[in-house]
C-alpha cells in the first residue's frame, strides 16, 4: 500500500509540475485559423487550429475551393484535391506538408483504399505521416474521401 500512495504522490507532483510549466510556456499557445468559407456560406468549423508548433488541419474533402462541387472523375481526381485542399491550409497557416505527423482517412467505400493511397503517397514523397483509413457509412457532399491531417512546424 506505501508503494501505491508514494506513486501516486509522484504522478500528483508531475501532473502539477507540467501544468505549471504549460500555462507559462509560449509554445503551447492556441490559434483558431479562420472558418473555411464555400462561397457565401461560412462553414460551423476552424479550418484548422495551430497549438505551439502543431497545426491540426479540419477533415478536407475533394471540394473544388470556394464551391460545394467535388472533383469529378472518381476517388483518384477527389483525392487529389483533398490533397491539395490540405496543402493549401497548411501553407496558407504558415506549415509545410514536409513534417507531417498523423492523417485520418474516411472513405466512404473502403474498397476504393488501394486507388486513395496511390494519389495520397505522392504528397508526402520523403516522410510518411502515421495514419489510420476507416470505412465510413457517408461523407459530406457525398465524397468518396475525407482526409484530416496533424502537422509540426
Do not use: H
Amino acid at each position: 500500500m506505501k508503494k501505491i500512495v508514494t506513486l501516486t504522490g509522484v504522478f500528483s507532483a508531475l501532473v502539477l509540475t507540467a501544468g505549471v510549466a504549460m500555462a507559462d510556456d509560449p509554445a503551447t499557445d492556441l490559434e483558431y485559423l479562420g472558418p473555411e468559407a464555400v462561397g457565401e456560406r461560412v462553414l460551423p468549423f476552424s479550418d484548422a487550429v495551430r497549438v505551439g508548433d502543431i497545426l491540426y488541419a479540419s477533415g478536407k474533402l475533394g471540394n473544388i475551393p470556394g464551391t460545394m462541387n467535388l472533383a469529378p472523375g472518381g476517388i483518384g481526381p477527389e483525392t487529389r484535391q483533398t490533397m491539395e485542399n490540405i496543402k493549401a491550409t497548411v501553407e496558407r497557416n504558415g506549415f509545410s506538408m514536409e513534417k507531417p505527423i498523423k492523417c485520418t482517412v474516411f472513405l466512404a467505400d473502403i474498397a476504393e483504399w488501394a486507388a486513395m493511397n496511390e494519389v495520397y503517397v505522392e504528397f508526402f514523397p520523403a516522410r510518411k505521416p502515421a495514419r489510420s483509413a476507416v470505412g465510413v457509412s457517408g461523407l459530406a457532399l457525398n465524397a468518396r474521401v475525407e482526409i484530416e491531417c496533424m502537422f509540426a512546424r
